[in-house]
Structures are given as structure tokens and as C-alpha cells.
């Protein structure tokens, strides 16, 4: 089955403590980002990436790490984690060229204390 | 400053009407539009899109409506149905170059039996 998997799918961690959220697609899709979802702010993208070793900065990547060494994978890292980094947060996976149809993962819910 | 806008954060139809649901957009330079739909606990997924030298694009029940001058689109559901429920983002990109989409806030639109 053609699909986005993230882990965790829900995290309560306290501030400062470095974590990861990883994701993985099995399509081969070249194409890879992060996003986040917070209430009345609708989707924001974090970083995106278009191939193995090559990443680029979204709307607000401030606080945010990240990393793609293999074309499936692509974690998200939160090296001192903030209260405001508490958000819905979304990976998402497409074939360069075929923008519209990314596909979504299920989501990761994070909390910061 | 927000450059996509849905002013509607929710909408109630009765099942078998028209659902409309409206988006406007403030960067000239978008020349791609999309419309995701996400259920609770689940990422969003791809519902349909429509390229600026379009006005109208097709897909069964869904229709996109785009008005260039005015900087809208419309999402209309034909006839609604109660699995139709659910929140709609609208999403922009420039460029058939670019991957970066920039979202609404979204739509919760709930279809009454």
C-alpha cells in the first residue's frame, strides 16, 4: 500500500529536549516536506526537499532541523524544542512534477511543556 | 500577511444541495490552485486543482471555479453528501517550478442528513 508513515504519532516532551520525527514514504518520490498546522493558521510549511542531499527552507523553519541521506526518509529535528513549537505537524511526499498530488501523512501531534 | 484566504471557517449543508466553498488569494503570481480535504486523525488529500489559464475544472461531484480578476475560487459539491464532511484547504503555488504551497486555513464543512 502506497503510503506516508510518521512516528511518533503523538509526543509530550518538555522544553529543550531534542527530538525526532521521522518520516518515511515507500513510492520513491523524490519530492519531500514538512509541514505544520496550528489553530486559524491553516498549513505552513517547515522545509521541503526535492532530492537526497538537497533541502530548502519553507515559510518557518526557524527551530527546525532537517536531513535526507536516503530518498524515503525524511526526519524532522527539533534540536531545543519551545512551547510554541506545539503544533499538528505533517509530512508529505510527491514525484517531482506531479506537485499537486502529495500525499499526506496521518500527522504527528507534539506537545512542549 | 495571509496570501490565501477562506473567510468561511465552517459551512452546513443539507445532504443533496450545492456546497460552495470559497477561497481568495492575494499574490498575483500564483498561477496553480488546489483544493485538499482532510478527516479528523488523517493528513490532508488531494480533492482537485485547476491551473490559471483555466477558468473551471471537473471531477465528478467537485468543480473548481477560478476568476482571475478577482482573485477567487470556489469549490462547488454536487450534490453533498454526508461523507463530504470534513475540513477543505485551499492551496496556491507559482511557478510550474515551484513546490511550495501556501494554505488556507481551511473550511469545516458538515453535511447535514
Known amino acids: 500500500e502506497a503510503q506516508v508513515t510518521q512516528n511518533p504519532r503523538y509526543l509530550i516532551t518538555v522544553t529543550g529536549k531534542k527530538l525526532t520525527v521521522t518520516c518515511s514514504q515507500n513510492?520513491?518520490?523524490?519530492?519531500m516536506s514538512w509541514y505544520r498546522q496550528d489553530p486559524g493558521l491553516g498549513l505552513r510549511q517547515i522545509y521541503y526537499?526535492?532530492?537526497?542531499?538537497?533541502?530548502d527552507k519553507g515559510d518557518v523553519p526557524e527551530g527546525y532541523k532537517v536531513s535526507r541521506k536516503e530518498k524515503r526518509n525524511f526526519p524532522l529535528i527539533l534540536e531545543s524544542p519551545s512551547p510554541n513549537q506545539t503544533s499538528l505537524y505533517f509530512c508529505a511526499s510527491s514525484l517531482v512534477g506531479r506537485k499537486e498530488t502529495q500525499y499526506f501523512g496521518p500527522g504527528t501531534r507534539l506537545l512542549v511543556l | 500577511d495571509q496570501q490565501v484566504k477562506q473567510n468561511s471557517p465552517s459551512l452546513s449543508v443539507q445532504e443533496g444541495r450545492i456546497s460552495i466553498l470559497n477561497c481568495d488569494y492575494t499574490n498575483s503570481m500564483f498561477d496553480y490552485f488546489l483544493w485538499y480535504k482532510k478527516y479528523p486523525a488523517e493528513g490532508p488529500t488531494f480533492l482537485i486543482s485547476?491551473?490559471?489559464?483555466?477558468d473551471k475544472n471537473e471531477d465528478g461531484r467537485f468543480t473548481v471555479f477560478l476568476n482571475k480578476s478577482a482573485k477567487h475560487l470556489s469549490l462547488h459539491i454536487v450534490p453533498s453528501q454526508p461523507g463530504d464532511s470534513a475540513v477543505y484547504f485551499c492551496?496556491?503555488?507559482?511557478?510550474?517550478?515551484?513546490?511550495?504551497?501556501?494554505f488556507g486555513k481551511g473550511t469545516k464543512l458538515s453535511v447535514i442528513p
Open positions: 485547476i491551473s490559471s489559464i483555466k
Open positions: 513510492m520513491n518520490h523524490e519530492y
Open positions: 492551496a496556491a503555488s507559482s511557478g510550474a517550478g515551484s513546490y511550495q504551497l501556501t
Open positions: 526537499s526535492m532530492n537526497v542531499e538537497v533541502t
